[in-house]
T-cell receptor, first 115, second 112 residues
Framework: GAVVSQHPSWVICKSGTSVKIECRSLDFQATTMFWYRQFPKQSLMLMAT?????????EQGVEKDKFLINHASLTLSTLTVTSAHPEDSSFYIC???????????FGSGTQLSVL | AQSVTQLDSHVSVSEGTPVLLRCNYS??????LFWYVQHPNKGLQLLLKYTSAATLVKGINGFEAEFKKSETSFHLTKPSAHMSDAAEYFC??????????FGTGTRLLVSP
């Protein structure tokens, strides 16, 4: 079964609204989680690294004020797309690092459509 | 900078025939390379990984990949395709601590 749960799996929202995506590690504590974005026919691109209890590290070109990341517990990281616009429509996917098993586990992704 | 190129966006095979998914990498040092599979509505699953040990890496579900430095390739193969193998496959290179760089993906289609 899934060890990383990501919700929602898809969301449609109006332009200007905010959307929150959750990523939970189900059977391990994840001090580090990663957020990726994938545009159609393109690679998954790392957006940011989320560390429990500290600020996220954003990749170059990713607006930290637009993509708010909160990693307040060892099993949950959230990505909030603020004031979403149609160009933010994309597939967002998270992964969580299980240091004990030295493995990365991925969520099933969230398809965001902004109208 | 580390990168991977997946040469085919789609590959179609018949059930029972061999599978070849091609991947070339670019890296300034000895890379760690991975193949992930994504089935519809499911998370990415690690198939196999290469970390500078044996050049022929065996993974789950009968898949294997061979690291060829001279060709900068890491192609994924399986002797006999199964219907359940139909999915999206990603070749991935590690570009830092747990920082992964993904290829554009190859969709494998398996016909009866």
């Amino acid at each position: 079964g899934a060890v990383v749960s990501q919700h929602p799996s898809w969301v449609i929202c109006k332009s200007g609204t905010s959307v929150k995506i959750e990523c939970r590690s189900l059977d391990f504590q994840a001090t580090t989680m990663f957020w990726y974005r994938q545009f159609p026919k393109q690679s998954l691109m790392l957006m940011a690294t989320s560390n429990e209890g500290s600020k996220a590290t954003y990749e170059q070109g990713v607006e930290k004020d637009k993509f708010l990341i909160n990693h307040a517990s060892l099993t949950l990281s959230t990505l909030t797309v603020t004031s979403a616009h149609p160009e933010d429509s994309s597939f967002y996917i998270c992964s969580a690092l299980d240091r004990g098993r030295e493995k990365l586990f991925f969520g099933s992704g969230t398809q965001l459509s902004v109208l | 900078a580390q990168s991977v190129t997946q040469l085919d966006s789609h590959v179609s095979v018949s059930e029972g025939t061999p599978v070849l998914l091609r991947c070339n990498y670019s890296s300034s040092y000895s890379p760690s390379l991975f193949w992930y599979v994504q089935h519809p509505n499911k998370g990415l699953q690690l198939l196999l990984k290469y970390t500078s040990a044996a050049t022929l890496v065996k993974g789950i579900n009968g898949f294997e990949a061979e690291f060829k430095k001279s060709e900068t390739s890491f192609h994924l193969t399986k002797p006999s395709a199964h219907m359940s193998d139909a999915a999206e496959y990603f070749c991935v290179v590690q570009a830092g601590f747990q920082k992964l760089v993904f290829g554009t993906g190859t969709r494998l289609l398996v016909s009866p």
